[in-house]
């Protein structure tokens, strides 16, 4: 009796155990090798800030409330509150000690299309790498380069105020299971290369699914709902529907779409208002191929 009580004690141990070493092998940070960001060559600065404005990395890292060329320096410190808690976004600034000085290209690339931090610990989803996943080799060197053109900031933004279990990095790559991937979130029909391109602003640098979509629980998207509208994170109302069943932009034109990004003004002359705001003259850089891409894209996208 005693034998088989230790043999069954030593089973269930070894299920623990190897259950744990498979949800490790499954979970674990899955950051490209060094040699996948070698050999790129010299950034492209002049593109890396057409990156850098179509993945509006200033409407999060620049310090709140800055203006004017103040919001170029990304000394972060912006709170983000969500239902798992609030982040603090940090300092992405060139400094040495506060920002990303001392990051290599690896590690920066490797925060920005697989979610791992510079130290290999999985990054949580509040920076929304599970869009810029879809981002270029080339775009995240560029991107790398223009950063540090940027000024230096030495603040350094508070620890994330997450309770329990969503402060437990760990149950990060449980998420990453389900939800990170790099496919395309919708599929399209004999896409031309105007509706490619515009897909690869909104899906991957544009990130405009991380508002516009709504998510589960868990906060992974609901795929089946991509552009279909979403609660407001950020307080009462709700970010809107922009798929082609929209009774908001359903009936724009392409061109309206495209004057609306680079002007702020719809067809019925009312004016982007909230967070749209800013997104809106982020995206106002890019060129104007770029802007009919979009819309081109949002025109060709499944109807909610």
């Not at 610990?121 to 509040?126: D, E, R, W």
């Not at 609660?231 to 069943?245: C, D, F, M, S």
């Not at 702020?264 to 800013?278: L, N």
């Amino acid at each position: 009796m005693v034998r088989r009580f230790i043999r069954f004690l030593l089973c269930i141990v070894g299920v623990v155990v190897l259950s744990g070493a498979a949800f490790y092998m499954i979970t674990a940070p899955n950051p490209l090798p060094e040699s996948h960001w070698a050999n790129l060559g010299a950034p492209d600065v002049k593109n890396g800030e057409l990156v850098f404005w179509a993945g509006g990395c200033v409407s999060c890292h620049a310090a709140p409330g800055a203006q004017a060329d103040a919001r170029l320096t990304l000394s972060g410190g912006l709170a983000l509150k969500s239902p798992f808690g609030t982040f603090h976004v940090p300092n992405i600034s060139p400094d040495e000690k506060a920002g990303i000085g001392q990051w290599t290209l690896a590690q920066f690339g490797n925060a920005m299309r697989r979610g791992v931090g510079p130290d290999g610990q999985h990054l949580y989803p509040s920076f929304p790498y599970g869009s810029y996943a879809r981002m270029s080799d080339k775009d995240v060197n560029d991107l790398f380069g223009y950063l540090k053109t940027l000024p230096k900031s030495s603040n350094v933004a508070p620890p994330h105020e997450l309770p329990f279990p969503f402060n437990v990095r760990l149950a990060l790559g449980g998420w990453k299971f389900l939800y990170f991937n790099e496919q395309p979130r919708v599929v399209l029909a004999n896409a031309d290369d105007r509706q490619k391109r515009g897909q690869h602003l909104v899906e991957g640098l544009g990130h405009c699914g991380e508002c516009h979509t709504p998510r589960n629980r868990l906060g992974g998207f609901q795929p089946d709902m991509w552009l279909a509208g979403a609660p407001n994170p950020e307080g009462p109302g709700k970010i809107p529907n922009i798929t082609p069943g929209s009774k908001a932009v359903g009936g724009w034109s392409e061109a309206d779409i495209a004057n609306y990004l680079a002007t702020g003004f719809t067809p019925d002359f009312d004016s982007a208002g909230g967070s749209m705001t800013e997104v809106q003259q982020n995206i106002a850089h890019l060129p104007k191929e770029d802007l009919e891409a979009i819309a081109a894209y949002l025109k060709a996208v499944p109807s909610h």
